[in-house]
């Protein structure tokens, strides 16, 4: 199967487009581009037996074309989900999203099973909220790659003011390519993005035990 992605960019040069699938790779201002969308795009394809290409030249836009091996076997059936009572929580979360319709969606998710959230557009408002809350924080969860500092860092910085309050950390990218790129330590909780309500609550619990 071949999927080709055409857009009406400003294109690539050669120099860039010989590096636009290492990790950590961009072209965008400081602060503002991770590197690892491609990149996590190229390993994902790579394990599914593919391979990608681009055309790209200056003022002309890029086109993508991906190329995946065909299935020979149909799809297996898959039973329907059983709806349970998904496990309910009241302690205190500080919730950390750049992405104001993520945080809300996320919130809205924390309140209906039972949390009390304190929530943060950015890590040095996370910093404010956990300094001057009065009672016990019990989890941040927060986005791995944020403007001004990355979720880990923010853990790394409240632990000695927050000894109690444990971490989830949610992420667009995929366990395997944060593993890969070493962005956290080896088993820390992860909440891939998008999550159902039922994913956020089991992590929930994993993380307070």
Sequence with gaps: MTLA???TGQGMDARTRSRIFEPFFTTKERGTGTGLGLATVYGIIQQ??????????????????????RVAEA???IAPRV????????ETVLLVEDDEEVRDLVREMLVALGYSVLEAARPVEAMRLAEEHPGPIHVMITDVVMPQMS?????????????EMKALYMSGYTENAIA???????GTVLLEKPFAPEDLARKMREVIG
């Design 180 to 186: 890969r790129h070493d962005v956290l330590e080896p």
């Design 151 to 163: 979720g880990r860092r923010l853990a790394e910085h409240l632990a000695p003011r927050r000894p």
């Design 5 to 7: 992605v055409t857009d």
């Design 48 to 69: 599914s037996g593919g391979t990608i290409g681009v055309y790209s030249e200056p003022g002309h836009g890029s086109t993508f074309k991906i190329f995946l091996p």
């Design 75 to 77: 799809a297996k059936s």
């Design 83 to 90: 709806a349970t009572a998904l496990p309910q929580g009241s």
